[in-house]
């Protein structure tokens, strides 16, 4: 399968690159990463270990023709995604993104089906041409509003050949509020606290994330999917305990100043319904990045 991935990040290079052990990956990110794996290739370590030679680009060619468009970019740039892809011939697309709507983006815009996706393996970006899986984890992915379809099922079973836990899911809108639930109750408790994931588990944080969860889980019953709020809280400290010595992802961004995707996780379940934890959680991390011009 030729694959290109768009938003060759931490997540992005090290799907991408397991990827590569068994197809044709163009990896579409920023310099000097991509510019890296262009000329030395991508090594992955840590949990997995390999070495690759994808395609290292910062632009989405003008002749690009993949079987599988990969999108891993932040929620807030789906938009961009949507146009740098909206003229290349692609057969299928699949989010792995966090936050809600992505798929419906990417839909209105791309000529192709458009699969719905979570991944729960841990990926950081190291240093230019090295990324690190931090735990070995599963993509499940499907059709964005729930059945079967051919295409999810050959990007299933590519992935599968290139030796990725996979599995190909009839349920994805509950799957994608579920993996809400986790972010919403896992990620900017951490962030804010700058806590390990673990930490939610039990003292202090435990109780904030698990009412994020449930909350997030009222917000999937007001838009008709059915997710219980004791199952997203199981999902929560399922996913800390399985990451539990790790740093969120957003808790990254808020070490390294960057932009949160906090508008797509707790600012979203907020707008649908009154959580008032999901509100707070999102107040405050609007407020850090208000002051650091990064909104």
């Not at 992005?12 to 579409?28: D, E, F, Y």
Request: aromatic share 2%; with cysteine.
């Amino acid at each position: 399968m030729d694959v290109l991935v768009f938003g060759a990040g931490s997540l992005g290079s090290l799907v991408g690159g397991l990827l590569a052990r068994q197809h044709r990956v163009t990896l579409v990110g920023r310099d000097p990463h991509v510019g890296t794996v262009a000329t030395e290739g991508l090594t992955v370590d840590g949990e997995i270990e390999c070495h690759v030679e994808p395609d290292g680009v910062t632009a989405v060619p003008s002749d690009a023709a993949p079987d599988l468009a990969l999108v891993t970019v932040k929620a807030y740039d789906t938009d961009a995604a949507a146009e740098a892809l909206a003229d290349a011939d692609v057969g299928a697309t699949l989010s792995l993104q966090n936050g809600l709507d992505n798929e419906t983006v990417l839909a209105d815009r791309l000529d192709c089906p458009v699969l719905a996706g979570t991944c729960t393996y841990g990926a950081m970006l190291a240093e230019p041409g090295r990324v690190t899986c931090t735990g070995v984890g599963e993509v499940v992915l499907g059709p964005r509003d729930g059945g079967e379809s051919d295409p999810a099922d050959r990007v299933g079973a590519a992935f599968e050949t290139a030796g990725i836990e996979t599995t190909v899911a009839a349920d994805m809108p509950r799957r994608i509020w579920e993996k809400l639930a986790v972010n919403a109750g896992i990620n900017a408790t951490t962030a804010l606290a700058r806590i390990e994931n673990g930490a939610v588990l039990s003292g202090p944080a435990s109780e904030v994330a698990a009412e994020a969860a449930r909350e997030t889980a009222r917000a999937a019953r007001e838009a008709g999917v059915d997710l219980a709020d004791e199952a997203a809280v199981d999902a929560v400290r399922a996913v800390a305990e399985a990451t539990a010595d790790n740093t969120s992802s957003m808790q990254q961004d808020v070490l390294a100043e960057r932009r949160t995707e906090v508008d797509a996780i707790n600012g979203a379940v907020a707008e649908r319904i009154d959580a008032p934890v999901n509100r707070t959680l999102a107040g405050l991390l609007r407020a850090w990045g208000r002051a650091r011009d990064l909104r």
